[in-house]
């Protein structure tokens, strides 16, 4: 995967209560590069995520995934894992609005 990173990821499993975020800033050099992220639905909530840990598939998905239906945008149900791997042809680009971000967890 090429640095810089995506604008929208989705997460595996819930962090902070939230699975879709948005890229708010990257730094770093080689094996020490990191990616602050947001929540869509909390931009003031911020988490820190070395690359390593966003390129690995199983954790972090580049793009928007629909989340599966009997999941909201809490995250109440846990980990969606095995909908990542089957849907990593569904990822939207990095440019996606936000509410395109919100109707993915409201279908």
């Known amino acids: 995967m090429r640095w810089p990173p995506n604008q929208a990821w989705t997460s595996a499993s819930k962090r902070e209560g939230y699975r879709h975020f948005e890229v708010k800033q990257f730094g770093g ?3 020490e ?14 988490i820190k995520v070395s690359w390593d840990e966003l390129k690995t598939h199983t954790k972090w998905t ?4 629909q989340l599966p239906k009997d999941e909201d945008c809490s995250g ?22 936000k509410t395109s ?5 409201n279908p």
């Open 76 to 97: 109440k149900t846990g980990d969606i894992t095995g909908f990542l791997e089957e849907s990593q042809e569904k990822t939207l680009d990095g440019n996606v609005s």
């Open 62 to 65: 580049s793009g928007w995934l």
């Open 101 to 105: 971000a919100e109707d993915l967890c």
């Open 33 to 46: 590069r990191w990616v602050e992220l947001f929540p869509v639905n909390k931009k003031e909530l911020r």
């Open 29 to 31: 050099k080689r094996s």
